[in-house]
């Protein structure tokens, strides 16, 4: 069956933006209790692109597959997980790269390089890290693991901010019921 992405979030409503995040079916990683331990000689670089071996992954449907396998460990290592194996993979920044954003109703929706939508909230938390004069936002996307909020998403999400409010609230944002710093 080939692979349908999502449509434009512009173009969607929040409740069809929650019914695609419900209908996607993940592997239940977090039940799987492998014996086997390795390295999967794999890493996923700042910018998102993965890498196996040191040459680039270049067909996407790969790269989604082994996302939705990706876990990240209360000590901060990732991991790629099946029912018979759990093997490491370098991370040199996030697992994730959030590449656009839009507010519908009181919800802040994001698209991963994945193609998945994931709307922020109480499971979904943004994060501010970096400096005042150079800030990175983070996204909790699943299992530990986060997206960072590219250049453009980042500028998509200040002018919605700042259309809101942002120069007198102390530059948050809310998004169902949580508020976030946009700054550090």
Excluded at 141 to 153: D, F
Aim: net charge negative; charged share 20%.
């Amino acid at each position: 069956m080939p692979y349908e992405p999502p449509p434009h979030l512009a173009g969607l409503t929040l409740a069809e933006i929650a019914a695609l995040v419900d209908a996607r079916k993940l592997p239940p990683v977090e039940s799987w209790s492998p014996q086997q331990v390795g390295e999967s000689h794999m890493v996923i670089a700042a910018d998102g692109t993965w890498f196996h071996e040191g040459g680039v992954i270049r067909r996407e449907a790969m790269v989604r597959a082994f996302a939705s396998l990706l876990t990240r460990d209360a000590a901060g290592h990732h991991w790629l997980v099946t029912p018979v194996e759990k093997l490491s993979i370098e991370v040199e920044d996030a697992a994730f790269i959030a590449t656009d954003c839009v507010r519908k109703d009181d919800a802040l929706v994001f698209r991963l390089n994945t193609d998945e939508l994931v709307i922020a909230g109480p499971e979904h938390r943004l994060r501010a890290a970096g400096t005042a004069e150079n800030p990175a936002l983070y996204l909790h996307v699943r299992r530990g693991c986060e997206a960072r909020l590219n250049r453009s998403t980042w500028a998509q999400l200040a002018e919605i901010a700042l259309a809101e409010g942002a120069e007198s609230n102390g530059w948050r944002i809310a998004s169902q019921g949580m508020s976030f710093a946009l700054l550090p």
